[in-house]
């Protein structure tokens, strides 16, 4: 009896937080050369509590840059304990906004019982460009920005607008969570996870309490995948993240 309560309580608990596709680099504006070599990190986690699970080959990888796509052609493996996640480099080489993106591949979620595929993005401006940061790229789901997602304070409104093949989702719930890097306490698990809706233009937004990198989720109806046999349904998420600071 004990170890069934342990197991439901362990699923409770997988259920009640994010899951996340997390894409972060190693600075959100590059201003010089001695910053231009940027490190991606591709995890797939529960960003606040810190909890990872095993991550696989996103389908595809790249940026969007100056109207122009790259496919990156391979991802480095990495782990962190037990979990598996992916890293890359990117030599940022001239004044540009480089769209970061990925297209996790699907996760079947045992406790949810179904399939998990974020697409995600980030932003990086390099060397002051400052243009094109709200232009959509062309994914099948994605959070367009309304607010310049870098050079962001702590306490900063941000607003985004989702899409979903190209047209705006309304009344979607768009998950949010910190990136908890400080190992900051939550008052409550309510307050682990955010949660606002997009409105009828398909548009939401959020005041960043924390500095740090702060992830949205716009989690929609991507149909059905069929496992063992049978089919489940696949929650399709629009993922971006973006950067708040602090005053130095």
Do not use: C
């Not at 991802?75 to 080489?93: C, M």
């Not at 974020?118 to 243009?131: C, L, M, P, S």
């Not at 232009?135 to 789901?141: D, N």
């Amino acid at each position: 009896m004990k170890l069934k309560f342990l197991v439901s309580l362990a699923l409770f608990i997988d259920f009640a937080f994010a899951h996340f596709a997390v894409l972060i680099p190693s600075n959100s504006s590059v201003e010089s050369r001695k910053e231009a070599n940027l490190t991606l990190t591709y995890k797939f986690m529960h960003p606040f509590l810190g909890d990872m699970m095993n991550m696989q080959t996103p389908s595809v990888a790249g940026v969007f840059t100056g109207g122009e796509r790259e496919i990156f052609k391979s991802l480095t493996p990495a782990s962190q304990g037990n979990f598996s996640y992916f890293k890359t480099d990117f030599k940022v080489n001239k004044p540009a906004v480089y769209q970061f993106y990925a297209d996790f591949a699907p996760y079947f979620e045992p406790s949810e019982n179904k399939f998990i595929r974020h697409i995600v993005k980030t932003v990086v401006n390099g060397y002051g460009y400052g243009e094109g940061w709200d232009e959509p790229i062309g994914l099948q789901a994605e959070i367009v920005p309304l607010t310049r997602p870098y050079g962001l304070y702590k306490g900063n409104i941000f607003t985004g607008r989702v899409l979903i093949d190209g047209k705006p989702a309304k009344n979607v719930v768009v998950e949010v969570e910190y990136y908890n890097e400080k190992g900051v306490k939550a008052p409550s698990e309510d307050h682990v996870r955010q949660e606002v809706k997009t409105n009828e233009l398909g548009e939401f937004s959020f005041v960043t309490p924390l500095a740090g990198w702060w992830g949205f989720a716009a989690l929609t109806d991507g149909g059905k995948m069929k496992k063992d046999g049978k089919n489940y349904d696949v929650e399709l998420g629009a993922a971006l993240w973006i950067e708040a600071k602090e005053y130095e």
